[in-house]
Nanobody
Framework: VQLQASGGGLVQPGGYLRLSCAAHGFTLPYWNIGWFRQVPGKEREGVSCLNTNNDSTYYADSVKGRFTLSRDNAKNTVYLQMNNLNSEDTAVYYC???????????????????WGQGTQVTVSS
């Protein structure tokens, strides 16, 4: 059981990136998937979550209107489209399984997440 995050990079302010979270060894549509980010010296922050029951999505206030979650079941992959990026979005981004809809709505993983490796997003001119 493994998650693989990719798609990070260097982008100018106002630019965009699309992160991918591919699942290996399990069927992604049956799992809630969240994105989290961390800046050195700060706690990991919940960014967004896709709930599998009804495909409801949750976003941190700081990214609402700019970030969008989607899922491609055929590719067993969840995507995070990030638009209008700014310097405060610079961080290492991780995807993870999320225990429940409750945890998804709170942008928390719950007690037993599977984490993908991080992908660095740097927003700089």
């Amino acid at each position: 059981v493994q998650l693989q995050a990719s798609g990070g990079g260097l982008v100018q302010p106002g630019g965009y990136l699309r992160l991918s979270c591919a699942a290996h060894g399990f069927t992604l549509p049956y799992w809630n998937i969240g994105w989290f980010r961390q800046v050195p010296g700060k706690e990991r922050e919940g960014v967004s979550c896709l709930n599998t029951n009804n495909d409801s999505t949750y976003y941190a206030d700081s990214v609402k209107g700019r970030f969008t979650l989607s899922r491609d079941n055929a590719k067993n992959t969840v995507y995070l489209q990030m638009n209008n990026l700014n310097s405060e979005d610079t961080a290492v981004y991780y995807c993870a399984t999320v225990d429940s809809r409750f945890h998804c709505s709170r942008l928390e993983t719950g007690s037993s997440p599977v984490w993908g490796q991080g992908t660095q997003v740097t927003v700089s001119s």
